[in-house]
């Protein structure tokens, strides 16, 4: 498949608070130092993309990504600075563009928006909204943000919030175009609407990664049939690597296993011989050498098309050093290695 830009690598965090490597809770202050770290490292090693995500709940240190992202710009050069995601579902459109055009601002023009219509559903009650009108929320308010994005001012008209009449949204973003991607779990709805309006899409690998194939497939389709150029496609993965793909598993399975248990209770005991097959060549989880790390992406690439991969970092109270140091790996092994092979 030709590449119409470098394939791109980055890292994303939701700032979980689980327990750090002597069995002590994480407190918020220090995950989003933590974090502002780790945005930098990714921009002096040479990384493209930094994303926050969204909650609010007792465990997650971040519920307001342009915030955390605004302090990253102060301290970085280069790196795109994305939310991953933004729970659009339950924000006011409104605001969600007057802060990414903000963010835009500060960082020089690198800004994104990730839309997403949130696998947790804890923003809904907290901000006085229903959960039986999930879908309807997002269909509008994505239809909403687009339209800011398209004119200015803007009339719109709906059913899930005021309606707009020559409105004005200030300021507007450095770039001609504020990026907006919309993620998908795996509804293929979802991916089918993304590619009926364009947009780029972002793939939560946390299944057998051969079934988002027809995910992909169906994205393609349906912006061609809406008359459109299919958009990008980037994926998320769980991730952690080593020089050695032992060391590697050896030290991440305690904490993993501890993640999930604390963030995927539906899973269960995440035994080591499940931890594994995983971690295995064909499995979701991102967990090894830089040599097999590699090859899993562009094992993937060769299923998916994709030309962007964003690496879930900081899991399972790992130490700063082990997280600064898979981040420096990515950097430095596995993106020059996936651009190589990709002829880039």
Known sequence: MSQRAPFEIGIFTFGELTRDDQGRPIDAATRVRDILQWARVA???????????????????????????????????NIKLTSTVTVLSSADPVRVFEDFSTLDLVSGGRAEITAGRGAYLESFPLFGQSLDRYDEYFEEKLDLLLKIREENPVTWNGNTRAALDGAGVWPRPIQDELPIWAAVGGTPASAVRAGKLGLPLYLAILGAPERFGPLAQLYRGAAQQAGREPGRIGITSHFYVE?????????????????????????GQLDRDSFDAWASPRGALFAGSPA?????????????????????????????????????????????????????
């Open 43 to 77: 921009d002096e090693a040479g990384l493209d993309v930094f994303g926050v995500g969204e909650h609010h709940r007792e465990d997650f240190a971040v519920s307001a990504p342009p915030v955390v992202l605004a302090a990253a710009a102060a301290q970085t050069k």
């Open 292 to 344: 097999e790390i590699v090859d899993k992406i562009l094992w993937e690439h060769e299923m998916l098309g994709h030309t962007r991969f964003l690496a879930q970092v900081g899991l399972g109270g790992l130490s700063q050093a082990q997280t600064l140091r898979s981040i420096e790996l990515l950097a430095t092994e596995v993106l020059p290695a996936v651009r190589a092979a990709l002829g880039q």
């Open 243 to 267: 020089e050695t793909s032992q060391g590697a598993r050896d030290n991440f399975y305690p904490h993993y296993s501890s993640y999930i248990g604390q963030n995927m209770p539906r899973t």
